[in-house]
């Protein structure tokens, strides 16, 4: 069987996050989405927020399923014996920042914990939280990158009339 995870701090999910998602859910026999909750960053959601959207938006996945993980993402992986790490990749700039994640997670793991990457679907490659999170801030139309239910809750911590 074929597990792979797809790590991320999600605050909060995107369409884009959820397009490499349903793709990594075709691939794959099992995606855990690990979502990373770092006491040290204060993200705008806290880490049940963010596990609970994204329970939400792939409850109609039956192979995904969505957890929390504190500290090394390759001592989370050798503990859940998942050996593949799935990122999305947006655009050049991305890459570099990627590289070395990988390559830092393939030396921690002793080789064992292997980064796949998924191009981000066209519509999408310029989307992320940052920006989702700047366009609540000023009220701006949030419908197409996430859902109603997160963007209503983006306006209310974010957005200053
Ligand atoms: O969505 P993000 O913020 O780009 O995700 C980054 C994430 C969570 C995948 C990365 O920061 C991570 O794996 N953090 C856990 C700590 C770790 O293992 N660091 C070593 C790799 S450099």
Same mark, same amino acid.
């Not at 960053?41 to 109609?60: G, M, Q």
């Not at 399923?65 to 799935?86: N, R, T, V």
């Not at 920006?131 to 997160?150: H, T, Y």
């Given at each position: +069987?074929?597990?792979? *995870?797809?790590?991320?701090?999600?605050?909060?999910?995107?369409?884009? @996050?959820? =397009? *490499?998602?349903?793709?990594?859910?075709?691939? %794959? =026999?099992?995606?855990?989405? &690990?979502?990373? =909750?770092?006491?040290?960053?204060?993200?705008?959601?806290?880490?049940?927020?963010? /596990?609970? *959207?994204? !329970?939400?938006?792939?409850?109609?996945?039956?192979?995904?399923?969505?957890?929390? %993980?504190?500290?090394?993402?390759?001592?989370?992986?050798?503990? $859940?014996?998942?050996?593949?790490?799935?990122?999305?990749?947006?655009?050049?700039?991305? %890459?570099?920042?990627?590289?070395?994640? #990988?390559? +830092?997670?393939?030396?921690?793991? @002793?080789?064992?914990?292997?980064?796949?990457?998924?191009?981000?679907?066209?519509?999408?490659?310029?989307? #992320?939280?940052?920006?989702?999170? $700047? *366009?609540? $801030? %000023? &009220?701006?139309?949030?419908?197409?990158? /996430?859902?109603?239910? /997160?963007?209503?809750?983006?306006?209310?911590?974010?957005?200053? !009339?």
């Amino acid at each position: +069987m074929k597990r792979a *995870i797809y790590p991320g701090t999600f605050d909060p999910m995107t369409y884009g @996050h959820l =397009d *490499i998602i349903e793709r990594a859910a075709k691939i %794959f =026999d099992e995606v855990t989405v &690990g979502v990373l =909750d770092n006491k040290e960053k204060t993200p705008l959601f806290s880490v049940e927020e963010r /596990v609970n *959207i994204l !329970k939400e938006a792939t409850k109609d996945l039956p192979n995904v399923k969505i957890e929390s %993980f504190g500290g090394l993402l390759s001592e989370y992986c050798k503990a $859940q014996d998942i050996h593949i790490a799935i990122r999305g990749l947006r655009a050049i700039t991305d %890459f570099e920042y990627e590289f070395q994640m #990988s390559m +830092m997670n393939s030396k921690l793991s @002793h080789n064992e914990l292997e980064t796949v990457y998924l191009n981000t679907t066209l519509k999408y490659s310029y989307l #992320s939280s940052s920006s989702v999170k $700047q *366009i609540a $801030q %000023f &009220g701006g139309e949030l419908e197409d990158f /996430v859902p109603k239910s /997160v963007a209503e809750m983006l306006y209310e911590r974010l957005y200053k !009339k």
